[in-house]
């Protein structure tokens, strides 16, 4: 039985997680935009029938696997190859793999909850006397009904999808460093990022505006900012995951661990 425990850190380390992911991208840049462009080119591929796309949710968490233990090799090795993307299918892919597995099954949950809650404020109008079409054309019409309805629908999304994009932040690294299983990487990436809100509020902040700044040059700027960012994971990872306490000396077992998240 392992016991990891994620530090709490300070605010400042948002920007600092992006400045060495920065000096990542500065040790190999011609090598981190030919591993993006791999990763591009697979996404965009995917992306292109439904059935392939339903395939990437599955494949999406194994190449960000690859991207740790590459970001990882590059520290240790201080080089790296294309085909580093790939580095984690071989020992991690069936776990990797079940990350997307789990968040997929939160996407379609989180699509029920906001379909309920269409359904309940339908009835609710209803029930009020109504007429639901009418209601919804009078909020379309209105620019100032349309924009609160508007904002509701969007603090509903955000209030849903957070929680998961926080459990699949760390979940590849833990995978791939600490060869835990799938559900129990999600949940210690979720509390890892609880725990430090506040830099992470910090870094979504630094990030938004850099992603704009980005995508303004034909999106020229995504070559580096998308490898700035996967460093930007690993030094987080590292930061907040620095010691790991375990009563098993065997690290020759190959089978993923259980873990018990310390709260």
């Not at 999406?60 to 085909?83: F, Y």
């Not at 984690?88 to 699509?111: N, T």
Request: positive net charge.
């Amino acid at each position: 039985m392992s016991v990891l425990d994620p530090k709490r850190l300070p605010t400042a380390y948002g920007l600092r997680w992006l400045e060495q992911g920065l000096l990542l991208y500065k040790k190999a840049p011609i090598q981190w935009v030919s591993i993006f462009l791999v990763w591009l080119a697979l996404h965009l591929l995917l992306s292109s029938h439904v059935l392939l796309t339903f395939f990437l949710y599955f494949l999406a968490p194994v190449l960000t696997g690859g991207v740790m233990l590459t970001c990882d090799k590059l520290i240790k090795d201080n080089t790296i190859v294309v085909t580093d993307l790939f580095s984690s299918f071989a020992e991690h892919g069936r776990e990797l793999s079940r990350i997307g597995a789990y968040y997929l099954l939160g996407l379609i949950a989180i699509a029920i909850l906001l379909f309920l809650f269409g359904v309940i404020v339908s009835s609710i109008a209803k029930f009020m006397g109504l007429d639901v079409q009418m209601w919804l054309s009078s909020i379309l019409n209105d620019e100032w009904r349309l924009r609160v309805f508007l904002m509701v629908i969007i603090s509903l999304s955000l209030l849903c999808t957070i929680p998961l994009f926080m459990a699949l932040w760390f979940s590849p690294a833990l995978v791939v460093f600490q060869k835990i299983a799938a559900k129990e990487a999600m949940i210690l990436s979720y509390y890892a990022c609880l725990y430090n809100i506040r830099p992470f509020t910090y870094y979504g902040v630094i990030v938004s505006v850099l992603l704009i700044v980005a995508i303004l040059p034909f999106m020229l700027g995504l070559l580096i900012l998308i490898p700035v960012i996967w460093g930007s994971i690993y030094v987080a990872y590292q930061d907040i995951f620095p010691i790991v306490k375990s009563d098993n000396t065997n690290s020759s077992d190959s089978n993923p661990k259980r873990i018990v998240v310390a709260i």
